[in-house]
């Protein structure tokens, strides 16, 4: 290399094939080439001169291949998405949130036919409101459904503050249809499940960097689950259910959550190599 741009002689070499060059010299030849337009000049004014086969070569592949190209049919645009899509939401949360707003139109469609049979009484929205955001959350950082979970994971903005923004995104949809849904029913307050709800999820997320945020919230899904199934199966389950969720037991569930958002500040680090 001769000041800024390569020596001829060493482009000549390059262009003919050279073997006995040294590896560290043509990657350093191949690199600078990458950003030197005039070294790259130089480089096709060698190959048509030193090296004529190569040059008939390229001339027989792009002769083949013009008229594949035309002939070619291009691909539809893809619709344009908001980098603020990106940022909050997966390509796989889209049906998952709509699947849990689903579940809760059939909760309440539940409630206003079969509510008397239903756990003695007990409204099956509010039956399942503390853990339903949890069904988005698994979702929003599952190594198995994003297929792009690997390339996310490595990017330098990964970890904890990605894992919030996709959390919030699930509980900016999950929490106002509970809320409209409490509001059709009559006999659900938010308070009733809103403090329950967020301490689930900080719980989820808390042990998530322990076990895997799925898994987490998976299994506290099936531990509620258990705990419904069991107020159905027992004659006085109906009234410890809604003794669990009344607003005397606010100070518990607001501990429940400090603990677990606690616990995530505590290990925010831990987050990156999920």
Known sequence: MSGEHASRQLIDDYARGDATMAAD?????????ETCALCRSHLAACVATEAPGIAALV?????????????AVRAPSRRHRPRWVAAWLTPVMAPWLVMTVL????????????????LGGVS??????????????????SRGLDPAHELTASTARAGLPLLLRRTAAVLGVVLPALVVEGWLTGTMSAAQWLLPSLAF???????????????????????WCGVVVLAWATDHGPVDLERVLQSDQLPAWGLFLALGIGAVIARRNAYSTL
Do not use: K, N, Y
């Not at 001339?59 to 002939?71: F, I, M, N, Y």
């Not at 579940?103 to 239903?118: E, G, Q, S, W, Y």
């Not at 099956?124 to 950082?141: D, K, Y």
């Open 25 to 33: 010299t043509v990657w350093a030849l191949e690199a600078h080439l």
């Open 124 to 141: 099956p929205v509010l039956a399942i409101a503390p853990v339903l955001p949890l069904c988005g959350v698994a979702a929003s950082w």
């Open 201 to 223: 999820t900080s719980t989820a997320l808390a042990l998530g960097s322990v076990v895997g945020v799925t898994r987490a919230a998976t299994g506290l899904v099936g531990a």
């Open 59 to 71: 001339d027989t592949v792009r002769a083949g291949l013009e008229p594949q190209l035309d002939a």
């Open 103 to 118: 579940v809760t139109l059939m909760a309440l469609l539940l409630d206003a036919v079969a509510r008397p049979i239903f």
